[in-house]
């Protein structure tokens, strides 16, 4: 009786195994991909990069990017180049916190391309 419990649990835990290997190994890659592809092929989305900005930059950088307890990003496309400023939304600094893992690589990439149009 105990030992047919035992089969059962394994051939479920095999199952589910095998089913998370299938499912989630393309996802991994695409996601994988698409966070290389992002910082220089997609277009700007300014709808996302505000509601990103606004839930995560407003408290430091101001409603209207004028600043706060961090500089104006008015022009912070004149000083950083999108890539700086991308590096900058990851790795933070000073006061900064750093956003990798808080936000995805799609928006830090998407935030950091419309910021670097503010010149
Ligand atoms: C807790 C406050 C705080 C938050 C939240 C914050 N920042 Fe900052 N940020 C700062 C401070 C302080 C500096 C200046 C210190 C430094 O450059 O290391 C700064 C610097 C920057 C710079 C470089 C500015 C320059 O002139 O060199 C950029 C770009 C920037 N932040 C973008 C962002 C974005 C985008 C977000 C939201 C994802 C964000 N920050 C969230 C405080 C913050």
């Known amino acids: 009786m105990h030992k047919r419990l035992m089969l059962i649990t394994f051939a479920a835990a095999a ?7 299938i499912f989630a190994l393309p996802e ?6 698409g966070n290389t592809a992002a910082i220089p ?8 990069a505000e509601t990103t900005y606004k839930s995560n930059c407003v408290s430091c950088h101001g409603t209207d990017l004028q600043g ?4 104006n990003l008015t022009k912070i ?3 950083l180049s999108k890539e ?12 900064m ?15 950091a391309k419309w910021l670097s ?3």
């Open 84 to 95: 700086q400023i991308d590096a900058k939304i990851l790795k933070g600094g000073g006061v």
């Open 28 to 33: 991994k890659q695409e996601a994988g991909n």
């Open 117 to 119: 149009d503010k010149t």
């Open 15 to 21: 199952v589910l195994g095998i089913c998370l290997i």
């Open 68 to 71: 706060k307890i961090g500089p």
């Open 41 to 48: 092929n997609a277009p700007v989305n300014a709808t996302a």
């Open 77 to 79: 496309g004149a000083k």
């Open 97 to 111: 916190p750093s956003f990798e893992g808080r936000l995805s690589a799609e928006e830090v990439a998407n935030l």
